[in-house]
């Protein structure tokens, strides 16, 4: 599931970050932010306009992510981790 | 590097503290310039040590990564490494983290490790840390980093002592450097989470009070409401304390201007001293007051931590028209005056978002254009109401400044087709903890804005001003002249020559030639249509009657539209050259906002012409 579709709450894990063209920017940031395999992630709240953009929990720290950026964030229930 | 003196540059994910661990270590003793052509601020300052060397400490700007993404990174990537041209390179590095945010800070502290270098890391924010339960084992974080550590609390008296004894003490031997590559950057996150799993014990991974606040905050409806009182606050204070200011700065020189020109000999001289130098340092001073209650605010709403929660609420309506939520602060700022707005934007690191914000911002509805507006709506709409409740005058100035909002929207829209560089640009905005500001810290802040602004531009606006004041006074009037001598000057006959531009939008020569005079600063127009239409007394009440009689109302109509959207004032103009080192980009929104104030006063004009 990408992480831009996961459900507000709902507790997930990170399982990658895919580049949207070749050397992404994008996506090497969200990977040093630590968008890293097996990293808790979760959806805190979402923008009050068409909901975008996402507040992001990720670590000890709140990103807020637009719906394109969140999309390149693969994750997966933590139940299956 | 000689033994007395140490280069030491400060290193940081951004909102770890390391301005205010700066603040602390420096005090006043700060220089702020900008780095070799770009417009990325420099600081730096020193401080002497107990054993009597004197440091200089660089405040880098923050990043997440040294793989830099904008402007700023790059310096601070180039500056640790020792290539920035034109910088000496650091005799060690102080890399700060915040205690809370370890598993993000941490990975930088492992990327800098690997540049090679003497490195210190200072824990920042260790009051906050222990009243949250989090638990660190500095000797053994020390001991597997293999770098010294020290604890810190930039905010408090004395917090950075044990900072200063180690890096006043002898130079810490370096890590051997490292190749830099995606499989070793990938390689430190699992480091980062060994070095936690076994130093860094935390009951929770958010703080309570962030929790709680934010669910206000962010509330979708709650949260605008919150945002819209707080900017109603800011605007309140800006208009109940910083425009009195202005205006009694404005109102002590031209007394001032009075008292010395009694004591000079009438003459070109008194002229230049009272209307060009008094006139003109009132106007530039004026401007002072209003830009320190809005960046009190600013930097109050910054250092708590709420600004990008308010950038997080607009994001999307604001990327709409081709910004970032990070312009909203400088666009509302500049519904006082651009010129605070303009030099707000330098909390937008993206160089693209700055720009579109930096254009745009003068078509915000500045304070200075409503006595214009005050005076055309008084003179020519009718007091009357719509519907029973809405006053028809009510309604043009909400209006104008409605019209001044919608044509941003567009602009913006525009230059998002036009620019060249369409690709995505993101906004990957941290949410800090929420943190109490602190005195010292916005006291600074507000002294460095303060003092750009008197030192950069003073000089500027002051000799633009002398010019204008040169314009409208020579050639004097010839001997038995009738008219005001302003009608016999180089301004009037720019005016004159002006009217054939201007008449398609209604404007006569009087018009055209008090625009001169009001490119300098858009109140004064109405000083310059008294002078021109020769009214004396009470130029407001008098002058609406002259405009009444003069002007039509498509001419008055035009004007206003003329007003909302007209390349002004040259003090905006000279913030623009400033703050984006480019006449090109002055020259940019000089043309496109005459363009734009043509063609709508053109067909304000035409149309209400038509309709009459």
Redesign the interface.
């Known amino acids: 599931m990408r992480l831009s579709d996961l459900p507000q709450g709902a507790p997930a894990v990170v399982d990658r970050v895919d580049d ?1 063209h070749v050397s992404d ?2 996506a ?7 968008f ?1 395999d097996g ?1 808790p992630v979760r959806v ?7 909901g ?2 996402l ?1 992001i ?1 990720i ?8 719906r ?2 969140a999309a390149r964030v693969t994750v997966r229930s933590e139940l299956v981790a | 590097m000689s033994a007395s003196t140490l280069r030491i540059a400060l290193v940081g994910n951004p909102n770890c503290g390391k301005t205010a661990l700066f603040n602390q270590l420096t005090g006043g003793r700060q220089k702020v310039a900008n780095y070799a052509g770009v417009t990325v601020e420099r600081k730096e300052g020193r401080f002497t040590a107990p054993s009597g060397r004197v440091l200089h400490i660089l405040d880098l700007p923050g990043t997440y990564s040294l793989e830099a993404n904008s402007p700023d990174e790059q310096i601070t990537r180039d500056v640790c490494a020792g290539n920035f041209p034109g910088e000496a390179v650091p005799d060690l590095i102080v890399c700060v983290a915040d205690a809370t945010n370890l598993r993000l800070h941490l990975r930088f502290v492992l990327e800098v490790k690997r540049l090679g270098r003497p490195v210190v890391l200072a824990l920042n924010m260790m009051d906050t840390a222990r009243q949250r339960g989090i638990v660190i084992d500095v000797p053994e974080l020390q001991r597997r980093l293999g770098m010294p550590v020290v604890e810190t609390v930039a905010v408090k008296r004395g917090g950075a002592r044990g900072l200063i004894e180690r890096v006043d003490g002898e130079v810490p031997t370096a890590a051997p450097a490292q190749a830099d590559d995606a499989a070793s950057r990938a390689e430190l996150h699992a480091q980062v989470r060994e070095l936690l799993a076994s130093t860094v014990s935390m009951p929770r991974t958010t703080a309570v009070l962030d929790d709680a606040l934010d669910r206000w905050a962010l509330h979708p409806v709650f949260g605008l409401a919150i945002l819209a009182v707080v900017m109603f606050l800011v605007f309140q204070a800006v208009y109940a304390a910083g425009k009195p200011m202005s205006d009694l700065i404005g109102g002590g020189f031209g007394w001032v201007g009075e008292h010395v020109a009694v004591l000079m000999p009438a003459g070109p001289l008194q002229s230049l001293v009272v209307n060009g130098l008094f006139g003109g340092l009132g106007t530039v001073i004026g401007f002072l007051p209003v830009i320190l209650v809005l960046f009190l605010f600013i930097l109050t709403l910054e250092e708590s931590g709420y600004l990008p929660r308010a950038a997080f609420l607009l994001d999307r309506l604001m990327l709409s028209v081709g910004l970032t939520g990070r312009s909203f602060i400088p666009l509302l700022s500049s519904f006082a005056c651009a010129i605070p707005g303009i030099m707000g934007t330098r909390s937008i690191q993206d160089p693209r978002d700055r720009l579109a914000t930096i254009l745009i911002a003068p078509l915000m509805t500045c304070s200075a254009r409503l006595p214009v507006y005050a005076l055309l709506i008084g003179a020519f709409i009718p007091m009357r109401y719509v519907f029973g409740v809405f006053n028809l005058q009510g309604i043009v100035l909400f209006s104008l400044y409605l019209a001044g909002i919608l044509g941003a929207m567009a602009v913006g829209w525009v230059m998002k087709r036009l620019r060249r560089d369409k690709s995505e640009h993101a906004l990957l905005m941290e949410l800090p903890s929420y943190r109490m500001p602190k005195v010292r810290d916005v006291a600074i802040g507000l002294y460095e804005r303060g003092a750009i602004f008197m030192k950069r531009l003073t000089g500027v606006i002051l000799g633009l001003t002398v010019l204008m004041w040169f314009l409208s006074t020579f050639p004097a009037a010839p001997a038995g002249a009738t008219g005001p001598a302003i009608n016999y000057s180089f301004a009037g006959y720019i005016g004159r020559g002006l009217q054939y531009i201007f008449a398609p939008i209604g404007f006569n020569w009087q018009v055209s030639l008090a625009l001169i005079p009001a490119f300098a600063a858009r109140e004064t127009a109405v000083a310059a249509l008294a002078t021109v239409y020769l009214v004396g007394g009470d130029a407001a009440g008098g002058l609406g009657h002259a405009l009444a009689g003069q002007l039509s109302l498509a001419s008055a109509l035009s004007l206003l539209v003329w007003f909302a959207y007209a390349p002004q004032c040259m003090s905006t103009l000279a913030v623009i050259r400033r703050e984006t080192n480019s006449w090109r980009n002055v020259a940019i929104s000089f043309s496109y906002m005459f363009a734009l104030a043509y063609a709508a006063s053109f067909l304000v004009y035409q149309v209400t012409r038509w309709l009459s």
């Not at chain 1, 090497?28 to 630590?34: A, N, S, T």
């Not at chain 1, 670590?59 to 637009?66: H, P, S, V």
């Open positions: 949207a920017p994008i090497q940031r969200l990977r040093d932010l630590g890293v990293e805190v709240a979402v923008g009050p306009m068409g975008d953009p507040l929990q670590g000890f720290t709140r990103f807020a992510l637009r394109a950026e």
